[in-house]
């Protein structure tokens, strides 16, 4: 038993040092933007980071990271790392988002770049890898976005993602392997999967409408057919309106100058509508024409959907309405293990961000009662003053009135 226990930490050890970890960013101290480079593209209207836990944590230290600090701007900062390429390996793309502001419109996501990448001129165009992360605007958008580059073209996942969409952190993490499959995880849970090829348009379609089919001409698609021994009864057709039996002429009402008078018109209670044929079973009914197929000739097959010959620059490129999300616990790896027990910990960061929220929530709470309570008692004390005002005034014109008598 000893034996095999220790088996299995050899084993575990053997892994962690052939785990490759391209990138591993927890915004430790305030010096973070040493390493990190902001955009400087021309026309745009950047927005500084600040380095911050924000207004509730965990953590002080450790749940700091770097958050928007200005509103209706867009944001652009980036860093490089060694070059290399997930050739036969995973590649694991991770990172938290804490959007404590209530984040009504904005994106919370990274893109990965190849070393062509100017970061001085990064924008919004900066043709990139990967695009993985949330988004958020109004009650219609709040998807995780998962784009990736394929000769050329971004291409959008085919699916409907759905983001967290509260105050706290969520840690995002993007899975690809080199059987071309892929998994999307929220908080260490799977929220979506399948292969690169069914849920991306990388590819022309593998089958198309034949070109040169078509539906017989004596094809009979309809269902059912009207009855031919159905007739219309003699009594059926009646008008949809008829003049309003309870109406009468106005007793001003002069012929000569308004016209000869008539009921308004009111809906026909034995109005039975169009009449139609009772319908029958088509004994001549083949079922819906299916359009057969064939093969595509532009259908080329790739085993190697999943691959990023080069990956050496990562960046936030974004654009927010209004300010205050958190990015951090950036990691880029192999080591899919060693991700999932980097995002483990989120329960406990969740936790305490909430307890501590919960309580600033109460404060305000008892704050906001006590400012509405003073407003009150001014309004109250204000009318006791006119009350007193209007007795006294009351007063002097008694006495006035005595006076004059």
């Known amino acids: 038993m000893c034996y095999k226990i ?33 955009s400087k593209h021309p026309g745009k209207e950047f927005g500084k980071f600040a380095h911050t836990a924000g207004s509730f944590f965990n953590d002080a230290e450790a749940d700091k ?27 694991v793309v991770q990172f938290s ?19 062509s990448l100017d970061q001085t001129d990064m924008h919004g165009e900066s043709p990139y890898e990967i695009m993985f992360g949330p988004d958020i605007c109004g009650p219609g958008t709040k998807k995780v976005h998962v784009i990736f580059s394929y000769k050329g073209k ?20 993007l899975i690809v392997r080199p059987d071309n499959t892929y998994e999307v995880l929220i908080d260490n849970e799977k929220v979506e999967s399948g292969n690169l090829e069914d849920d991306w348009d990388f590819l022309a379609p593998k089958k198309i409408k ?21 007739k219309k009864p003699e009594d059926w057709d009646k008008s949809e309106h008829v003049p309003d039996p309870d109406a009468t002429k106005p007793e001003d009402w002069d012929d000569e100058m308004d016209g000869e008078w008539e009921p308004p018109m009111v809906d026909n209670p034995e109005y039975k509508g169009e009449w139609q044929p009772k319908q029958l ?17 532009e259908y080329v097959p790739d085993n190697k959907l999943y691959l990023r010959n080069e990956i050496c620059k990562l960046g936030f490129d ?29 329960k406990n960061t969740q936790a305490g ?53």
């Open 6 to 38: 220790l088996i299995l930490a050899l084993l575990a050890i053997v892994g962690l040092i052939n785990a490759n970890i391209y990138l591993e960013e927890k915004f430790e101290n305030e010096n973070w933007d040493d390493t990190w480079i902001y």
């Open 65 to 91: 990271g770097i958050q928007t600090s200005q509103d209706a701007r867009f944001y652009a900062v980036s860093k490089q790392f060694d070059a290399f390429s997930n050739e036969d390996k995973p590649l």
């Open 97 to 115: 988002v804490k959007h404590e502001q209530n984040i009504d419109c904005g994106g919370g996501y990274v893109k990965l770049f190849d070393c």
């Open 154 to 173: 971004n291409h959008l996942i085919n699916k409907d993602v759905r983001c967290k969409d509260d105050v706290y952190t969520h840690f995002y993490t």
């Open 210 to 230: 034949d070109p040169n089919a078509k539906k017989p001409e004596d094809w009979d698609d309809k269902p059912t057919i009207p009855d031919p021994d159905d």
């Open 281 to 297: 079973d088509n004994p001549n009914y083949k079922g819906a024409w299916e359009h057969p197929e064939i093969d595509n000739p």
């Open 318 to 346: 974004l654009w927010q309405v209004k300010s205050g999300t958190i990015f951090d616990n950036v990691l880029i790896t192999d080591d899919i293990e060693l991700a999932h027990n980097a995002a483990a910990e989120v």
């Open 353 to 405: 961000e909430k307890k501590m929220k919960e309580l600033q929530d109460e404060v305000q709470r008892k704050k906001d009662e006590e400012e509405a309570k003073k407003i009150s008692d001014k309004d109250d004390d204000e009318e006791d003053d006119d009350d007193d005002e209007k007795d006294e005034s009351k007063q002097d014109k008694e006495l006035n009135d005595h006076d004059e008598l």
